[in-house]
């Protein structure tokens, strides 16, 4: 817990002080570094991998994301087919549950 406010306070130092060398503010920081971030989760949110069937059909989608320094974040055909699997097995479940 100690080591979590630390860091942010050492987050929170670097940022002011990147700040003060480029003449912005830290809210303008904190939206350059955590911009590629929220674009990608709102992209991904944006997808409607529920009738994704083939691997040709995923690959329509844009669904690869470079991070400098941090790699490749794409989603795979195992991971979408078997998600998609689970959905279908969940919604079975509730409907046999329901007609009782």
Known sequence: MVDKKIDAKKLAALIHRIG???????????????????FAY??????DLSEVTTEEEL????????????????????????????????QNINKKRWKN
Do not use: C, W
Not at 32 to 37: D, E, G, Q, R
């Open 59 to 90: 690959d329509e989608f844009k669904t690869n994301f470079y991070f400098k320094g941090l790699g490749k974040l794409h989603i795979p055909f195992r991971r979408v087919n078997r998600r998609n699997k689970q959905r279908e097995s969940a």
């Open 42 to 47: 709102e992209k991904i949110k944006e997808l």
């Open 20 to 38: 003060l060398k480029y003449n912005l503010t830290d809210e303008m920081i904190n939206n350059l570094v955590n911009s590629p971030y929220l």
